[in-house]
């Protein structure tokens, strides 16, 4: 009997010792044989009212630009990453408002994070200083965004930093917001954050057709603060993504921009009527991925 069950406990350690050999060697192939064939992923995550945006590049690098408010992002972050990934190359906080970072607090007891980039406007609410205090005790070094900055992303994709150029901390945070340009080859992202007209005007004034691009992500969920018409046509992008959520309460995406973009004749997407949002880039074209999306709407009525 005693002989017996001898066996039978040597049979189990070889079972669940093949079994490990399996497993670590499927999750070895996903990891290192993942075929990305030299594309790039944009998304436009559905966080309701609030920014997340999900960056892949070519070579698998991974940004999160913004967390969303509460802890919606955990409920998207599991479509965009595999189950065994749980490290993220980059979080960016655009601006400290709590629809653009509360979701990273959850994020980061779970995930590790190698950097986190902010553009040095302040923010006193509890909120945020938990925010700062998971960064703190994680030794997640943070990094002050200023233009001129280019963040390599591998694959010949990069992030380049046009704004903030100054200290900002005693800016509001719309006015301070982070304004960036993602480029692969001939593809290109505007991601204004919560950019008010005023610092779109200065970027006009300073970058002028430098900041064509193939998509822009709207400022400020499509506030009339932003979006004004001398920036979308300096842009001039082929999309226009909106990230807001439904019935909000700011009636967000306002009509003065919905009237912009169809002035002039962009096509312009919500996260309210849609979902998450996705485009893919080969570097010389995007191609939209979502079937049968919908044109954005004022106020996000779906």
């Not at 079994?19 to 990891?31: C, D, K, P, Q």
């Not at 509360?102 to 509890?126: A, C, M, Q, R, W």
């Not at 485009?279 to 996000?300: M, P, R």
């Amino acid at each position: 009997m005693r002989s017996a069950f001898s066996h039978f406990k040597t049979y189990l350690r070889w079972y669940i010792l093949v079994f490990l050999i399996i497993l670590s060697t499927l999750i070895w192939f996903a990891v290192f044989h993942e075929n990305r064939q030299g594309i790039l992923t944009f998304e436009v995550l559905n966080i309701g009212q609030g920014d997340a945006l999900w960056i892949e590049s070519p070579t698998g690098v991974q940004v999160l630009v913004d967390g969303g408010p509460n802890n919606t992002l955990m409920k998207e972050i599991s479509k965009v990453m595999p189950w065994y990934d749980r490290h993220i190359d980059m979080l960016v906080v655009t601006n400290p408002d709590k629809d653009h970072f509360e979701g990273f607090i959850s994020l980061l007891k779970k995930y590790s994070v190698d950097v986190v980039l902010e553009p040095g406007t302040e923010n006193n609410t509890d909120t945020y200083k938990t925010l700062e205090k998971e960064i703190d005790d994680k030794k997640i070094p943070k990094v002050l965004a200023r233009r001129g900055q280019v963040v390599d992303l591998g694959g010949g994709a990069y992030l380049q930093i046009l704004f903030p150029d100054r200290d900002v901390s005693g800016l509001s945070s719309n006015d301070g917001s982070l304004v960036m340009k993602l480029v692969y080859g001939e593809t290109t992202v505007m991601l204004t954050g919560d950019s008010t007209e005023k610092i779109e005007h200065y970027l006009v004034s300073m970058d002028g057709e430098g900041l064509k691009s193939t998509i822009l992500k709207a400022g400020h969920h499509g506030s009339r603060t932003s979006s004004s018409e001398e920036y979308v046509s300096a842009v001039n992008p082929e999309w226009t993504v909106i990230s807001s959520g439904i019935k909000n309460d700011y009636g967000h995406p306002h009509k003065e921009t919905i009237e912009t973009m169809q002035k002039l004749k962009i096509l312009t997407y919500d996260t309210c009527n849609n979902g998450r949002i996705i485009f893919v880039s080969d570097g010389e074209k995007f191609v939209l991925k979502n079937k049968n999306i919908k044109e954005a709407v004022v106020g996000c009525k779906i």
